[in-house]
């Protein structure tokens, strides 16, 4: 009879500390599963001299009953834990901080200016940058380009206040800004936004340019080549090739237009440039028996569209996914 209480007492004690669904099935189990203590108490009852069986026998289904109301009252507790625990999994906590949108990728025209600036910069050039609105003054005439120069309609740009303030056409005005403030030797990078009226596949009406100027006592074409390809070899890789085409520039003499050979698709033209005009040296108080220059102006877009086979320049300022598709087939 002693054992019988224990178990009572036992069952109590594992219930108590019983918080899930799973652990109670367990006790179930324990106690009064087929193998189970008060099953097998159940049992012993044939084996007893005929005389104890009755008590013995009432005494177990008390007991039998007594578990099976426990377990009942503990089953109650543990659904509702298990009830609050469900709800809690799927609680919002407001003050938890929100899920973090991944932040995309750099622009790549924009990645191309950092890399190009990267590599100037390596090589001794300090980035500089000139205003987007200029006057037509550094934009044109400082340059060497006079009103009645063709060359003027082939950079018609957004004229701001009359004829006074325009958007720059190029960079090259940074050139005259720079001298003007600094005497030789100058060793600049100016990247930048540039304006001009044209909007198709090729042709953006704002577009991106990085104006390299290096002044300074007997510089020759042989030092605009050096650092032309060194430039190509550091942004396109060893020993890039390129291709130096006489061109036409008013602000520059001689003047080349550079093409950078990619494998498979042939010459792109990246760059004009040229050796500083006397005539621009002259208008910033530079003798130009003197001193010498090169500059060279150069189109990051491009750059970005071969390198990334982009087809279309206007997907550059379309959104992020129409970059993505037309990159994708490519
Ligand atoms: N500014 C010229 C252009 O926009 C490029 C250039 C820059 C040419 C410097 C020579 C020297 O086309």
Same mark, same amino acid.
């Given at each position: ?144 380009? +006079?009103?009645?120069? $063709? %060359? ?5 740009? &957004?004229?701001?206040? @009359?004829?006074?303030?325009? #958007?720059? =056409? ?79 520039? +008013?602000?520059?003499? $001689? %003047? ?5 050979? &990619?494998?498979?698709? @042939?010459?792109?033209?990246? #760059?004009? =440039? ?57």
């Amino acid at each position: 009879m002693e054992d019988l209480s224990g178990i009572v007492d036992e069952l109590r004690e594992t219930l108590n500390s019983c918080n899930s669904l799973q652990e109670l099935n367990e006790i179930r189990a324990r106690f009064l599963g087929k193998k189970g203590k008060i099953t097998s108490l159940m049992k012993r009852i044939s084996s007893l001299p005929p005389q104890e069986r009755p008590a013995f026998g009432k005494r177990v289904n008390e007991l039998k009953a007594t578990a099976e109301s426990l377990i009942q009252q503990a089953q109650q507790r543990v659904n509702k834990l298990e009830a609050e625990r469900k709800l809690l999994e799927r609680a919002v906590d407001p003050t938890f901080p929100g899920p973090k949108r991944p932040v995309g990728s750099e622009h790549p025209s924009l990645k191309v200016i950092r890399e190009i600036l990267e590599a100037l910069v390596s090589m001794g050039f300090e980035v500089v940058e000139g205003p987007e609105v200029e006057t037509v003054y550094y934009n044109f005439e400082a340059l060497n380009t +006079p009103a009645w120069h $063709p %060359s003027r309609d082939m950079q018609d740009t &957004f004229y701001v206040r @009359g004829e006074e303030l325009l #958007l720059r =056409s190029h960079t090259s005005p940074v050139q005259v800004r720079v001298m003007e403030k600094r005497t030789p030797p100058i060793m600049v990078v100016s990247p930048g936004r540039v304006y001009r009226r044209d909007y198709d596949a090729t042709h953006l009406p704002m577009f991106h340019q990085i104006e390299g100027l290096y002044v300074d006592r007997h510089v020759s074409v042989a030092h605009l080549k050096w650092t032309l390809m060194e430039l190509a070899s550091r942004v396109f890789g060893e020993k890039k090739r390129i291709r130096m085409r006489p061109s036409f520039f +008013p602000f520059t003499e $001689p %003047s080349f237009e550079v093409d950078v050979w &990619f494998e498979g698709k @042939g010459w792109f033209e990246i #760059l004009g =440039s040229g050796m500083v005009h006397p005539n621009v040296l002259k208008n910033v108080g530079c003798d130009p028996e003197e001193w010498s220059g090169f500059a060279f102006g150069l189109g990051p877009d491009r750059v970005a569209m071969i390198r990334y086979g982009i087809g279309d320049i206007r997907s550059l300022v379309r959104n992020e996914s129409s970059i993505y598709q037309v990159t994708k087939h490519l």
